[in-house]
């Protein structure tokens, strides 16, 4: 099959060229607005199907609303008309049609020319009243407020709220992909689309997350991501981050035993580390009233060893690297482990809480 996506440098277009070139539905024909016309008419006649993105959202003057918005679409139906194909085609609409703004009425009268199309040729045309579209690849002040956010705010750069706290509508880009692939495959049903879940959020909250986000990230912490909305805010958020926010450094306790290192603290999830053990050496050989702890064997030979406390019965469990295991420390059971190779051991340790040094508990007792 081959794809013939209009805007395909744009925000949408891009991300749904990823997705049909990653699940290889086939062979995408790429056209932006510098595809000379010969090669637009070329693709439009060897194409299967037609995902129309290309739009204009902020021209620098009201006429580029409708010779984009309008003209392009027209010269594409044109072609789509004059070579009597039936080709499905998705466009991108939007929930603004319904405004006399140049914007609505630009992308209403592009609406009509596709659906006039359809209707003549008996051909499939997906409408898809789209709101405010979210995701990695968007442009900072251009496709969306969450971009110029999420932009400004790991910057610095001082960001504007309108006063009045509006109620957005948002939709997740991945979530668009999802439904545009279901409708290449012949899954939807022709005609206006909705896209779900869509997510009603003030502009107040989403720049009070995205400062919780930022706050969490630099103090080495994955913030709290208890909804749908949150975690895909937070991966669009990391998604803006430059090469230099990418990297962060870890502290190493390092001593003649080996070395613990703290990796990934969570708001609400506690923390994994990372505890490399020298050969003989055992670590632990103490207990917890509240925190619980799981320990997985990545590299090397060890024996782990539990017990009650006030009870005799010792616990033991023989774990390596090779046959990777989870192994569950509970509360008020004394533990340990010793590696038992001849070269280091690693232990990636989850806890159900981030280390407090002021409030470890953590009290020593032999195994």
């Not at 981050?241 to 990934?264: A, N, Q, V, W």
């Amino acid at each position: 099959m081959k794809i013939l996506i209009t805007g395909a440098n744009g925000f949408i277009g891009k991300n749904i060229r990823a997705r049909i070139e990653a699940e290889k539905l086939g062979k995408v024909l790429p056209i932006t607005k510098t595809t000379p016309d010969e090669e637009l008419q070329a693709a439009v006649l060897s194409c299967d199907f037609i995902i129309h993105t290309a739009a204009a959202n902020r021209p620098q003057n009201e006429e580029d609303y409708y010779n984009i918005n309008v003209g392009f679409s027209q010269k594409l139906i044109g072609i789509l008309k004059k070579s009597g194909k039936k080709i499905p085609i998705i466009y991108t609409s939007t929930i603004k049609t319904s405004q006399n703004t140049p914007y609505g009425i630009s992308k209403r009268q592009a609406e009509e020319l596709i659906l006039n199309y359809a209707n003549q040729a008996n051909s499939p045309a997906f409408i898809y009243k789209l709101a405010n579209c979210f995701g990695k690849w968007a442009r900072p002040n251009y496709n969306s407020v969450i971009a110029t956010f999420c932009h400004n705010i790991i910057r610095g750069i001082p960001v504007y709220v309108d006063e009045t706290n509006p109620t957005l509508t948002l939709i997740y880009i991945d979530d668009i992909t999802d439904h545009f692939i279901r409708a290449i495959k012949g899954e939807i049903q022709p005609g206006f689309q909705t896209v779900t879940p869509y997510y009603e959020v003030s502009l107040f909250e989403i720049e009070r997350l995205i400062r919780e986000f930022k706050k969490s990230f630099d103090e080495g912490k994955i913030p709290t991501l208890s909804d749908g909305f949150s975690k895909k805010l937070f991966s669009t958020y990391v998604s803006y981050m430059d090469c230099e926010y990418l990297k962060s450094p870890l502290t190493t306790h390092e001593d003649f035993r080996g070395s613990f290192t703290e990796l990934i603290k969570t708001e609400t999830c506690g923390q994994f580390s990372v505890n490399i053990q020298k050969p003989g050496i055992t670590k632990g050989n103490h207990y917890h009233n509240y925190k619980f702890e799981k320990f997985i064997v990545v590299h090397g030979d060890a024996e782990i060893k539990l017990r009650k406390v006030y009870d005799d019965k010792v616990i033991s469990f023989k774990v390596s690297g090779k046959n990777q295991e989870v192994i569950t420390i509970p509360p008020g059971y004394t533990h340990n482990i010793t590696n038992c190779g001849d070269g280091d051991l690693v232990t990636i340790m989850w806890a159900n809480e981030i280390f407090d040094p002021d409030k470890p508990d953590t009290y020593y007792m032999e195994v």
